[in-house]
């Protein structure tokens, strides 16, 4: 079993900064895909950020050009880097993780809320 806890999220000015961390432990074998993903209230859960064990990147629109993702392989960590945060940034926001032929784990969430 993989567990997956993350940190960093609260509340924030719009136009300021928050890094999120999540942090893996229990996998024996390598992680493929780590990811961030968002939900909001009423919404579906969409992917902000991905980034596989290679090294590639994938981002939303609404977050290209102020997002940033970035991962340590050695640590099994990754971080979201959010710049220039804006309202409809509100919601909770989910490391995921996925070990080839284990399966995908999901975190627990973290709120980030962004005042006008």
């Known amino acids: 079993q993989v567990q997956t806890v993350e940190s960093g999220g609260g509340l924030v000015q719009r136009g300021g900064s928050l890094r999120l961390p999540c942090a893996t432990s229990g996998s024996m074998f390598s992680i493929s895909f780590m990811g961030w993903y968002r939900q909001a209230p009423g919404k579906v859960r969409e992917l902000v950020a991905g980034?596989?064990?290679?090294?590639?990147?994938n981002y939303a629109d609404s977050v290209k050009g102020r997002f940033t993702i970035s991962r340590d392989n050695a640590k099994n960590t990754v971080s979201l880097q959010m710049n220039s945060l804006k309202a409809e940034d509100t919601a909770v926001y989910y490391c995921?993780?996925?070990?080839?032929?284990?399966?995908?784990?999901w975190g627990q969430g973290t709120q980030v809320t962004v005042s006008s």
């Open positions: 980034t596989t064990s290679g090294g590639s990147t």
């Open positions: 995921f993780v996925n070990v080839p032929a284990v399966g995908g784990f």
